[in-house]
């Protein structure tokens, strides 16, 4: 059974952390996904990242140590904690004063594996282009997200990745894209008029060969990775 995205992304930008509620789609043997981009002078660390009263099961970090850093944290929080959470509230806090150049969004995916993604990244502080390992096969979806530091540099290609959120203020160009698996390399692009700095990250999320491993896999696994990026 393919994996299915209950709901459209969205990114929300430029001068906010995540906060309020956030949308949670129906399903089965779901995952909820976040990620947050930021162009800093450093990294950060989260002290608290909640939904409902329930923090995330797993979390992967990509940091292009360049002037400026180009940051990617994702964050999941499988069925179980789904279903744990008591409202759709946001509860975050970190490291660092808000600043000006943030970018996050969440969406929830059904049909997927409960396991820990393969999570794959890579940037460049000079470069028009990247190319991601995606090893997957036709049963799982492909979620990417991608930095530039130069607005002018926007819009972002995500190769086969075809349906795409993007947010372009006058300071950096970010975008979210997902699609069917099956391809083992992910090109993420900007414009190409120009090289600049450019970080990407592409989440493969495992799905199920038909619709009775679903319902066998169901809430069986949780997630035990909760260590904060």
């Known amino acids: 059974m393919a994996i299915t995205r209950t709901e459209d992304w969205s990114l ?9 509620d956030i949308d949670l789609g129906s399903g089965a043997s779901r995952l909820l996904l976040c990620f947050y981009l930021r162009e800093r002078g450093s990294d950060f660390t989260v002290y608290e ?8 099961d797993w979390s992967a970090e990509h940091t292009l140590d360049s002037s400026p850093d180009l940051i990617i944290k ?24 808000v600043g000006s150049k943030n970018s996050w969004g969440f969406a929830t995916y059904s049909n997927v594996q409960q396991v820990t993604p393969t999570i794959n990244s890579s940037s460049s502080s000079s470069t028009t282009s990247l190319n991601i390992d995606s090893s997957s096969t036709s049963d799982d979806m492909l979620v990417a997200a991608a930095i530039d530091s130069s607005a002018n540099r926007e819009p972002i290609s995500f190769d086969s ?5 993007d947010y372009d203020d006058s300071d950096m160009s970010t975008a979210i894209a997902d699609g069917a698996g099956g391809d083992n390399t ?8 120009s090289a600049s700095q450019l970080a990407g990250m592409v989440v493969i999320l495992k799905g199920f060969a038909d619709s009775s491993e679903t319902a066998t896999h169901r809430g069986i696994y949780r997630g035990v990775a909760r260590g904060i990026a």
Request: charged residues 15%.
């Open 12 to 20: 929300n930008s430029p001068s906010s952390e995540p906060s309020g």
């Open 49 to 56: 990242f909640e939904v409902g009263n329930q923090t995330f």
């Open 74 to 97: 994702s964050f999941g929080w499988f069925e179980d904690s789904i279903q744990a959470m008591d409202s759709n509230t946001i509860s975050y806090s970190d490291s660092v004063a």
């Open 161 to 165: 990745l075809t349906s795409r959120v």
């Open 186 to 193: 992910t090109t993420i692009s900007n414009d190409g008029v």
